[in-house]
Nanobody, 114 residues
């Protein structure tokens, strides 16, 4: 099992930046991949970005060029740097870790005002 704790959400104006953090603890050596999903009101949860062991990354088309996912293995922490934020980025952001199954953080609210 792993435990995931997110931080860094908040409210900013369009065009601003935020950095989300996801601290992992527990059986971290069994993590195959980590990433971020988001869920806006009335919408399905969608994959935002993922990073797998070895460093390969993947992004949703809607965030390419604006968001950057990274992982600091020494700190057992994953980050999502979000730049040039838009109102449509408003959502609850969840980090996950893939092991035998997906484990989820509690979510952090990101609100972008235009």
């Amino acid at each position: 099992q792993v435990q995931l704790v997110e931080s860094g959400g908040g409210a900013v104006q369009a065009g601003g930046s935020l950095r989300l953090s996801c601290a992992a603890s527990g059986n971290i050596f069994s993590i195959n991949a980590m990433g971020w999903y988001r869920q806006a009101p009335g919408k399905q949860r969608e994959l935002v970005a993922a990073i797998i062991n070895g460093g390969s990354t993947d992004y949703a088309d809607s965030v390419k060029g604006r968001f950057t996912i990274s992982r600091d293995n020494a700190k057992n922490t994953m980050y999502l740097q979000m730049n040039n934020l838009k109102s449509e980025d408003t959502a609850v952001y969840y980090c996950y870790a893939a092991l035998d199954r997906n484990y989820w953080g509690q979510g952090t609210q990101v609100t972008i005002s235009s």
